[in-house]
């Protein structure tokens, strides 16, 4: 395909390397060559996943120093959540991981979490009430429990029937 188009265009301007323009792609490349695009790639992304992770879950623990500051708490736990959640999306893509968030089972999981991370903000930095953040975050903790149990089958539908045997007051 190079040597048609060179013959159409004429000229014996120097071939560009790029995959893209190849019609072999990946194939033109030595096996080794092929492991090693593959491997960079991926691990890439868990070196972008594993430092989103831990950075949020650093952020979460240093939180916990600053529990007696509910606003410097709540900013800090909020920030080291998001990151966590977000972490996600170096291994899956972004836009794969917003289609599986709005996806229909988890949607409204998704948006219970969200809201508790904007009411969280909103009682640390608006409203400056520490009763309120604390409950806020109490509230976010409890979304984010119920919106990772969505990941996994059945797992939402099993902890709701045992909330129901643990909290019915029937004897």
């Not at 395909?1 to 159409?8: A, D, E, R």
């Not at 409204?108 to 930095?125: D, Q």
């Not at 509230?139 to 984010?144: G, N, R, S, T, Y």
Request: charged share 15%; hydrophobic share 55%.
């Amino acid at each position: 395909m190079w040597k048609l188009n060179q013959s159409i265009l004429g000229g014996d301007e120097e071939r560009e390397d790029n995959l893209l323009d190849e019609p072999e792609g990946l194939c033109s490349l030595s096996p080794l060559q092929v492991i090693t695009v593959f491997f960079l790639g991926k691990l890439q992304r868990m070196y972008g996943f594993a430092a989103c992770l831990i950075a949020g879950v650093v952020c979460m623990f240093l939180s916990l120093i600053v529990f007696a500051k509910p606003i410097k708490f709540a900013l800090l736990f909020t920030f080291g959540n998001m990151l966590a959640v977000g972490s996600t999306a170096f291994l899956i893509g972004p836009g794969q991981q917003i289609r599986m968030m709005l996806d229909p089972v988890r949607v409204y999981a998704t948006a219970i979490y969200i809201g508790c991370v904007v009411l969280a903000l909103i009682c640390a930095l608006w409203i400056h009430s520490k009763v309120l953040t604390i409950l806020a975050i109490i509230i976010e903790i409890c979304a984010l429990i119920w919106y990772s149990l969505s990941y996994i089958p059945f797992a939402r539908r099993m902890v709701s029937e045992l909330m129901i045997r643990f909290f019915d007051t029937e004897i």
